[in-house]
Structure formats: structure tokens, C-alpha cells
């Protein structure tokens, strides 16, 4: 009987340690740039880091937004933004559905319609993004994305050429990257 169960430990021994060994797959590690940026003349770099379902994202852009896409009255919206964001996917290997959240610093300069001034300010968000990865190849990936940004710290009632400027409360972004997986 004994020899039953020493032949029982060492199965269930002998199965765990090869559920070990496919669970620990390594790091991955990529990197992204989005069209956003620049299309509106700036930039965009990201580099990420993940295992299973899970990845970490750090990122950089430099954006001028579009004076339609800012408050009326005023012009020149222009945003550098760092951004630390945790991922996570619906399927492996990082296909399919992702969802995403993080902080984000916005660093930006305004005018208003005016043009005759430039103020800066700076603001904490929190970002809640989700998107789509199309696999391309074992390397390169398109991904379109959509975020909502809750401005969560920072300046308001900016004042620039008599008008006052504040951060919306919520800020919506789309669009998609194009990522390197190595």
C-alpha cells in the first residue's frame, strides 16, 4: 500500500513540475508607434514587456492636437505625454481583445485664438484604453485602439490673453499602432 502512494506522490511531483515549466515561459518584449502623433506632426515610441496575458507598457508622444479638437477660442493645443500602462488579453500570445490602464502626464502648451501667448501647464490622468491586435506576421502587429483619459491632477483656469483654459474633465483618443514583437 505504501509503495501505492509513493508512486501517487511522485506522479502528482512529476506532473507539477512539468505544469512549472509550460507556465514559465519567458519575457516577452516589443515596441510601438502610433499614427496619431504623427499625423498631426508629432511622435510617438513605446516599449513593452509582458508574460502571459499580462503586459507593461512605457511610453512617450508628442502631439499637436487639431485646433478643431480643442476648446473654442483657442489654438496651438500641444501636448508631450508619458504614460506607464498595464495590459491585459483575452487570448495568448497577445491576439485579439486587449483592455488597458495606467497614469499618464501631460505636459502641454496652449495659446488662445489670438495667437499672441503661449502658456504651459501640466496635468495626471488616469488612462482606460481598449483595442483590437491583428497578428501580421511572428514579429509585426496593428493594433487600433480607443482611450478615455480622466484628468485626475494638475492646472486649471489657465490664464492666457484674458481668456481662462481648463483641462476637460475627460479626454478621448483613437487610433492604431503598429507594434515589433521580438
Given amino acids: 500500500m505504501k509503495i501505492y502512494y509513493l508512486i501517487l506522490i511522485l506522479v502528482c511531483f512529476g506532473c507539477n513540475i512539468h505544469a512549472q515549466s509550460i507556465d514559465s515561459k519567458k519575457l516577452d518584449a516589443g515596441l510601438e508607434l502610433d499614427v496619431l502623433p504623427y499625423a498631426t506632426g508629432g511622435y510617438f515610441g513605446a516599449a513593452w514587456m509582458g508574460k502571459g496575458l499580462w503586459r507593461v507598457r512605457a511610453l512617450t508622444a508628442y502631439v499637436k492636437k487639431p485646433d478643431w479638437s480643442t476648446k473654442n477660442g483657442f ?40 495667437k499672441i501667448n503661449t502658456v504651459t501647464f501640466n496635468n495626471v490622468l488616469a488612462n482606460g484604453s481598449v483595442g483590437y491586435h491583428f497578428t501580421l506576421n511572428k514579429h509585426f502587429y496593428l493594433s487600433p485602439w480607443a482611450s478615455l483619459n480622466l484628468k485626475l491632477a494638475g492646472d486649471k483656469n489657465i490664464s492666457i490673453d484674458n481668456k481662462s483654459y481648463s483641462l476637460p474633465l475627460i479626454n478621448p483618443e483613437a487610433s492604431f499602432k503598429l507594434g515589433y514583437r521580438f
Avoid at 495568448?92 to 501631460?106: C, E, S
Fill in 75 to 114: 489654438a496651438n493645443h500641444q501636448i508631450h505625454a508619458y504614460a506607464l500602462v498595464v495590459d491585459r488579453f483575452l487570448k495568448k500570445d497577445w491576439k485579439g481583445w486587449w483592455a488597458g490602464a495606467g497614469l499618464v502626464y501631460w505636459n502641454s502648451s496652449i495659446q488662445a485664438d489670438t
